[in-house]
């Protein structure tokens, strides 16, 4: 690894498992000192052990992020207290996927569905910009989705927060500049998990089929993605969505 985050610190949500932990994991590879956090204390703790094993520098801050205030200031004051009092990189992972139809929505889900896609990162963020700010800025990495821009006949109050969080990324880039803070986001298409099983591969493939790639692909390309947008490398990168799909939004669909 080229080191590109060394004495840098990061706050990584929903990184007990998939996307989150492999963002984790690169970030900590390239010498930033990671903060996992999660509602799993045990799968938690065992990101961190297997991030410390590798000779990187991490702790687990447990966190059910609800879309209250409150849980997401809890987070970022315990993240900060962890982290010296500062946070350079912030990447709001953390999300819900319920599937669901228009019709069998009802008042829970769709607060549900809202409070944590929406309302808890943009807490988190409002909680951990004066700190940002103070320290001389930082960089703020939102997760979006590839269903956010093409639709699918399912799950809309997914992808309408999806859209959401892709409008408050370009928002908060005009709005957090001025401070110093770069704002972002990923938006990572169909990705396959080591934690899944074996017939949510396959259908994930089925999706990806006569796309420029081909496959569904792996939560280390997203990873990848967010090193890049929290190194000084995308520093001229300002209120981006950046499509890690392979090519599923960009390009035709080509029939088999």
């Known amino acids: 690894m080229t080191q590109r985050l060394l004495g840098r610190t990061a706050l990584v949500t929903g990184s007990t498992s998939n996307i989150g932990r492999a963002i984790a994991t690169a970030l900590a590879a390239e010498g930033a000192h990671v903060v996992v956090s999660g509602r799993d204390e045990e799968r ?22 609800d879309g209250s205030s409150a849980r997401s200031r809890e987070l970022a004051d315990q993240a900060l207290a962890l982290l010296g009092g500062r946070v350079d990189v912030l990447v709001n992972n953390a999300g819900v996927f319920p599937a669901h139809t228009t019709a069998d929505t009802d008042d829970a889900l769709a607060d549900h569905v809202l409070a944590v896609n929406v309302k808890a990162p943009f807490f988190l963020t409002q909680a951990l910009v004066p700190a940002m700010a103070e320290a ?69 493939d089925r ?22 947008l929290a190194s000084d490398d995308a520093g001229f990168v300002h209120g981006t969505v950046l499509d890690v799909d392979g090519g599923r939004t960009g390009v035709a669909v080509v029939a088999g």
Do not use: C
């Open 44 to 65: 938690g703790r065992a990101v961190v052990d297997a991030l410390r094993a590798a000779g990187g520098t991490a702790d687990f801050v447990r966190a059910d992020l």
């Open 136 to 204: 001389g800025g930082g960089v703020v990495i939102n997760l979006g989705s590839w269903v956010a821009r093409l639709a699918v006949p399912t799950s809309p109050l997914y992808a309408a927060s999806k859209g959401a969080v892709e409008t408050l990324t370009r928002a908060w880039a005009g709005e957090l500049a001025a401070q110093n803070i770069r704002v972002n986001a990923i938006s990572p298409g169909v990705i396959r998990s080591a934690d899944s099983p074996e017939r949510v591969v396959e259908a994930g």
């Open 207 to 228: 999706l990806m089929s006569g796309t420029p790639a081909g496959t569904a692909g792996g939560p280390e390309a997203i990873a990848a993605a967010a090193v890049y």
